[in-house]
């Protein structure tokens, strides 16, 4: 069964920084991304990455966030450093199957596979 596994999600006190991992069990995707979701608030992409190792952020995510796989273990990674009260959210992993020319996308559509998330909280 193909399935994508997040792990890594927590409580941490702004600036603080906490590191996302997302398992593909079965499969090896394309292109990968990580996602969020506030309450009330649409689902929005923070960085991705294809296969190619080109890479894609989020302007709310640039400078912060770092976007890894690991091949071997065909596992994503997300390090989140200086998080803040506003990144606090359901993260998720998503994955696409198929090549696009181009950089990843964030946008939700692209991808057909989901996690089921890990939710992140930032205190002030």
Known sequence: QVQLVESGGGSVQAGGSLRLSC????????TMGWFRQAPGNEREGVASLAVDGSTTYADSAKGRFTVSKD???NTLYLQMDSLKPEDTAMYYCA????????PPAL???HY?????GTQVTVSS
């Open 107 to 109: 946008d939700v559509w």
């Open 112 to 116: 057909e596979n989901w996690g089921q």
């Open 23 to 30: 398992t593909a069990i079965q499969f090896t995707y394309a």
């Open 95 to 102: 994955g696409r199957s198929s090549v696009v020319r181009g």
């Open 71 to 73: 091949y071997v273990k």
